[in-house]
């Protein structure tokens, strides 16, 4: 049934109820989200009872997740009620290890949203729970952990270095070989008599020197995740303007996966401004899809004054085919 469906974008999940009607207890099918499996259900008494379970399988019993979350509660009238749980962060391994209610009674349509701000695998054994936001991805070959580890050890050292980088507030030294074939950019400037040649000095004044560090670890196989996801957009303009394909594509999917009301916006002008076709799509429906143009509408108003006229139409297009007269 399509009543029991929950859609999800990012780490929003949202299910649309379109009649609760006289029955007093609703069950999802379930939905996938990190690497579980999950249900919503919902039940009416006094109050209205949300929980959110795993689905019963071996990876939530040999890997229960430990969620932090919101869930939001709205009605779908045009007199729009909204009801915002605290933040909960919890173990969850069946149905009872979670539920909030809500001190109102719904009837007919409502939409019930949780939007997941950690996933983290509970170390059954003991020890620290690992968050499963970023991944490190696929484990890399011994041959290659040890070309990277060499690679890291010429960067950090500056093994035979034979180029200046100038940033914002400092300077680094780099290998022209290196930064030559990961973009085409570098690699004219090294390959014509252009200045950059001749001095063996690139100046990148609009990064910082942090930020153009975080590139360079990238470029030489050995940035971390948590320098990745603190410097991405500093990353996507590098990208951008020195043509590394693989890198606006890895900053694009990660600027996807945590959209939420305080980004979208943001999110949303640095798509169009570099045409990210899959980021720009997935703010669209964020904010029309799911709903979520309300809750960034005291924001909405300067976002207008200053955004591109083609991508206010774009928006304006996107209300028409979301739109449902009552």
Same mark, same amino acid.
Request: charge should be negative.
């Given at each position: 049934?399509?009543?029991?469906?929950?859609? +999800?974008?990012?780490?929003?999940?949202?299910?649309?109820?379109?009649?609760?009607?006289?029955?007093?207890?609703?069950?999802? %099918?379930?939905? &996938?989200?990190?690497?579980?499996?999950?249900?919503?259900?919902?039940?009416? @008494?006094?109050?209205?009872?949300?929980?959110? $379970?795993?689905?019963?399988?071996?990876?939530?019993?040999?890997?229960?997740?430990?969620?932090?979350?919101?869930?939001?509660?709205?009605?779908?009238? +045009?007199?729009?009620?909204?009801?915002?749980?605290?933040?909960?962060?919890?173990?969850?391994?069946?149905?009872?290890? $979670?539920?909030?209610?809500?001190?109102?009674?719904?009837?007919?349509?409502?939409?019930?949203?949780?939007?997941?701000? =950690?996933?983290?695998?509970?170390?059954?054994?003991?020890?620290?729970?690992?968050?499963?936001?970023?991944?490190?991805?696929?484990?890399?070959?011994?041959?290659?952990?040890?070309?990277?580890?060499?690679?890291?050890?010429?960067?950090?050292?500056?093994?035979?270095?034979?180029?200046?980088?100038?940033?914002?507030?400092? +300077?680094?030294?780099?290998?022209?070989?290196?930064?030559?074939?990961? *973009?085409?950019?570098?690699?004219?400037?090294?390959?014509?008599?252009? &200045?950059?040649?001749? *001095?063996?000095?690139?100046?990148?004044?609009?990064?910082?020197?942090?930020?153009?560090?975080?590139?360079?670890?990238?470029? /030489?196989?050995?940035?971390?995740?948590?320098? $990745?996801? &603190?410097?991405?957009?500093?990353?996507?303009?590098?990208?951008?303007? /020195? %043509?590394?394909?693989?890198?606006?594509?890895?900053?694009?999917? *990660?600027?996807?996966?945590?959209?939420?009301?305080?980004?979208?916006?943001?999110?949303?002008?640095?798509?169009?401004?570099?045409?990210?076709?899959?980021?720009?799509?997935?703010?669209?429906?964020?904010?029309? =899809?799911?709903?979520?143009? /309300? =809750?960034?509408? =005291?924001?909405?108003? @300067?976002?207008?004054?200053?955004?591109?006229?083609?991508?206010?139409?774009?928006?304006?297009?996107?209300?028409? +085919?979301?739109?449902?007269?009552?």
């Amino acid at each position: 049934m399509a009543d029991s469906r929950v859609e +999800t974008i990012s780490r929003l999940a949202q299910w649309r109820i379109e009649n609760f009607g006289p029955c007093s207890y609703k069950k999802s %099918d379930p939905f &996938k989200l990190g690497i579980w499996n999950w249900h919503l259900s919902v039940e009416k @008494n006094r109050y209205l009872y949300i929980r959110l $379970f795993p689905e019963p399988s071996r990876l939530s019993k040999e890997q229960p997740p430990i969620a932090r979350f919101v869930v939001r509660v709205s009605n779908a009238g +045009t007199n729009r009620r909204l009801y915002i749980s605290p933040v909960h962060e919890r173990l969850l391994r069946s149905c009872e290890d $979670f539920v909030w209610y809500v001190d109102s009674t719904f009837h007919g349509r409502f939409i019930v949203d949780v939007e997941f701000l =950690d996933l983290k695998i509970f170390p059954l054994n003991g020890g620290e729970a690992n968050s499963i936001w970023p991944s490190d991805g696929m484990m890399q070959s011994i041959s290659a952990q040890s070309t990277l580890r060499c690679l890291s050890r010429m960067l950090d050292e500056g093994i035979h270095a034979d180029v200046v980088i100038n940033t914002a507030d400092g +300077t680094l030294k780099a290998h022209k070989a290196v930064l030559s074939a990961s *973009s085409p950019v570098f690699q004219s400037m090294f390959h014509h008599d252009l &200045k950059e040649k001749e *001095s063996s000095t690139i100046y990148i004044q609009d990064m910082s020197l942090e930020s153009c560090m975080a590139l360079l670890s990238y470029l /030489y196989g050995s940035i971390k995740p948590e320098d $990745f996801w &603190k410097h991405r957009l500093a990353l996507l303009g590098a990208a951008n303007k /020195y %043509d590394i394909a693989d890198l606006k594509d890895a900053c694009e999917d *990660s600027l996807l996966e945590d959209i939420n009301s305080g980004n979208v916006l943001e999110r949303l002008q640095e798509a169009w401004l570099y045409q990210l076709n899959k980021l720009k799509k997935g703010c669209l429906a964020y904010l029309f =899809d799911f709903g979520k143009i /309300y =809750d960034v509408r =005291d924001e909405i108003n @300067n976002f207008f004054r200053q955004a591109d006229r083609e991508l206010m139409l774009e928006m304006f297009q996107e209300v028409l +085919t979301v739109w449902k007269p009552l």
